[in-house]
């Protein structure tokens, strides 16, 4: 998805959260708030590299996991073929680097999708006071 299409798609989704009431918003902002991620520390965490931040950053352990384990085992056999496995995280992460405002903004449009749909079942359930 382009970065164009995801503004979009969180200029609707921004739309649909001012409809709702007062009380609604504020149970919305109140999960949106916790989970909201800033494309820039993405970045930040990304430049480092070493560990993959980044990945952990947006949630993804397993990713995260597995970068900084590429990372440790590369730089501990760096005498050896480990220079082969930095080289190799590093083709793969410097990518995400130059497109942290996309991954981030997916990220954040998904927080907020979810956020708005946990606050309608809410309401629904909870029904009118």
């Not at 708030?33 to 070493?50: C, E, G, M, V």
């Not at 480990?82 to 981030?104: A, C, D, H, Y």
């Not at 998904?110 to 006071?129: I, Q, S």
């Amino acid at each position: 998805m382009s970065l164009r299409e995801l503004e979009q798609e969180e200029d609707r989704l921004r739309s649909e959260v001012t409809k709702l009431e007062s009380e609604q918003r504020k149970y919305y902002y109140g999960i949106e708030s916790k989970k909201i991620r800033d494309p820039d520390t993405y970045a930040t965490l990304n430049y480092i590299i070493i560990g993959g931040l980044h990945h952990f950053y947006l949630g993804k352990h397993i990713l995260g996991l597995l970068n900084l384990s590429l990372m440790i085992v590369g730089i501990w056999e760096f005498k050896d073929e480990g220079w082969l496995l930095v080289l190799i995280v590093l083709i793969v992460e410097l990518p995400q680097l130059f497109r942290s405002n996309t991954i981030v903004k997916k990220y954040n449009n998904r927080v907020m999708a979810n956020a708005l749909e946990e606050t309608k079942k809410h309401f629904v359930l909870k029904g009118p006071d």
